[in-house]
């Protein structure tokens, strides 16, 4: 998701991106295949909440991951190394049960999407336009195969609008909220993919990088990010452990991995305490705990991702 930048008091743009012309054409069958979801609506995904400002509604076409997510960000210009690094990864984390979640552009974003869908696994495209806009063109017919294989492709933009330079970095912190970890691939000090690890930091989503040649110009934005506390991410266990932190300590479901509990004395044991087999409204579990609302809309994140807790219609939970 590489794009260029140029800070304004206050706001981060993409400056860069060549192909978010504002005469970029409409194409696509994808709004035929979308839903609309509204913030009130059940199936909103309780992770968005995180966000400073959650968009009010969600065009899903296709299906919501349950479970862990990880996402990969990065530039469009990847070299072949990269990409197949990253190609490895996101199949590596599929077939172990991640659903993989990046911004469907060339380079890093494609390369995380295949390798998803290679593994037999499921991936979330989040576009920086409407549906009518399915940007970059070319990946038009990837999208269609990510629907087909149990993943999805969604906006929150009305289908009629248009890639451009205030869209992508708000496409960037759904990327980041819906994610159990984000991890930033080859990306520039200028790159669009370290507003989404700075959304990840500030929603309390764990960032992960991959070390790079010094040399690489494309080696700032990841290199960066690892003086500056990121995870070093080398291989799968890395990505294990980063995202283990999530859940403060408990193990993610995954095949041949069965969670029963949440680690005891945290937030999620407590909110987890209160959760029985039949839902209950979040509203009931907020007020029998001693937890902040937000910190009850936290735990139950985690819970979801962990595989402990499943949502029902009216944000009623209900353990799994």
């Known amino acids: 998701m590489e794009s260029g930048q140029k800070k304004k008091?206050?706001?981060?743009?993409?400056?860069?991106?060549?192909?978010?012309?504002?005469?970029?054409?409409?194409?696509?069958?994808?709004?035929?295949?979308?839903?609309?979801?509204?913030?009130?609506?059940?199936?909103?995904?309780?992770?968005l909440e995180s966000l400073e400002e959650p968009p009010d509604q969600l065009h899903v076409a296709g299906q919501l991951p349950s479970g862990p997510t990880a996402a990969f960000v990065g530039s469009r210009d990847a070299d072949e190394d990269a990409v197949r690094f990253i190609m490895r990864m996101a199949?590596?984390?599929?077939?172990?049960?991640?659903?993989?979640?990046?911004?469907?552009?060339?380079?890093?974003?494609?390369?995380?999407?295949?390798?998803?869908?290679?593994?037999g696994g499921t991936t979330v495209v989040v576009l920086g336009a409407g549906m009518n806009f399915p940007y970059p063109a070319e990946n038009e017919s990837l999208y269609q195969r990510i629907i087909n294989k149990g993943g999805a492709v969604i906006s929150e933009f009305e289908h009629d609008t248009p890639p451009a330079r205030w869209t992508f970095p708000r496409r960037n912190r759904i990327i980041a909220a819906l994610s159990q970890a984000v991890i930033v691939g080859p990306a520039s000090s200028r790159s669009g993919a370290l507003i989404t690890a700075r959304e990840a930091s500030r929603i309390g989503r764990p960032v992960g990088a991959v070390p790079m040649h010094p040399d690489d110009p494309l080696s700032a934005g990841p290199n960066g990010l690892i003086r500056t506390g990121a995870a070093v991410i080398e291989n799968i266990e890395d990505v294990f452990e980063l995202t283990g932190q999530r859940i403060k300590g408990g193990q993610l479901r995954l095949p041949g991995i069965a969670v029963t509990e949440p680690p005891e004395g945290s937030d999620e044991s407590r909110v987890f305490s209160l959760i029985g087999s039949k839902p209950v409204h979040i509203d009931d579990v907020m007020q029998n705990s001693d937890l902040s609302p937000s910190a009850v809309s936290a735990a139950l994140v985690q819970l979801e991702l962990a595989g402990l807790v499943e949502q029902h219609q009216g944000k009623r939970f209900c353990r799994k």
Request: net charge positive; charged share 20%.
């Open 91 to 119: 199949s590596d984390l599929a077939l172990r049960g991640f659903s993989i979640v990046s911004g469907g552009a060339r380079g890093v974003d494609t390369a995380a999407h295949r390798g998803a869908l290679e593994a």
């Open 9 to 47: 008091p206050g706001q981060w743009v993409n400056s860069d991106r060549k192909e978010a012309a504002p005469n970029s054409s409409p194409a696509g069958k994808l709004p035929a295949l979308a839903s609309r979801i509204k913030r009130t609506d059940t199936g909103f995904p309780l992770a």
